[in-house]
């Protein structure tokens, strides 16, 4: 079955990079697969999902909830934040220059950090 369901992910995420628009009718079995194979392709269907959504924002929020979501998800995986960085990065930039909406996600349960004051 993991090997079935790779496969199945893998060619989800292979529609959802070609056609963005075909996320909403992917998603949630999509999402289920993603907990049940290898690593790198559950981080490639993520990423998809992320990348749809920056295509075609369902609402405001929608974006930063799945970019926050896909980093605290792999904050502790360094090759993994490598490969979603980017996204941040393009997010940031369509924020800035009006083509995606500029929300502030409160995220819970989050790692408290060293620093001190933040």
């Known amino acids: 079955m993991p090997a079935d369901a790779e496969a199945r992910l893998t060619a989800l995420a292979e529609r959802v990079e070609a056609?963005?628009?075909?996320?909403?009718?992917?998603?949630?079995a999509g999402d289920?697969?993603?907990?049940?194979v290898a690593?790198?392709?559950?981080l490639r269907w993520r990423i998809a999902v992320v990348r749809a959504?920056?295509?075609?924002?369902?609402?405001?929020?929608a974006v930063r909830e799945?970019?926050?979501?896909?980093?605290?998800r792999y904050r502790d995986d360094a090759?993994?934040?490598?490969?979603?960085?980017p996204l941040?990065?393009?997010?940031?930039?369509?924020?800035?220059?009006g083509s995606l909406p500029s929300t502030l996600v409160?995220?819970?349960?989050?790692?408290?950090?060293?620093?001190?004051?933040f």
């Open 32 to 36: 289920r697969l993603a907990d049940t």
């Open 88 to 97: 941040g990065d393009e997010i940031r930039r369509r924020e800035s220059d």
């Open 79 to 85: 090759k993994s934040l490598a490969l979603i960085k």
């Open 106 to 117: 409160a995220r819970s349960n989050r790692r408290k950090t060293t620093k001190q004051g």
């Open 39 to 42: 690593a790198a392709s559950a």
């Open 53 to 61: 959504l920056i295509a075609a924002p369902p609402d405001s929020d």
């Open 19 to 28: 056609d963005p628009t075909v996320l909403a009718g992917e998603r949630e």
């Open 66 to 72: 799945a970019y926050g979501e896909l980093v605290d």
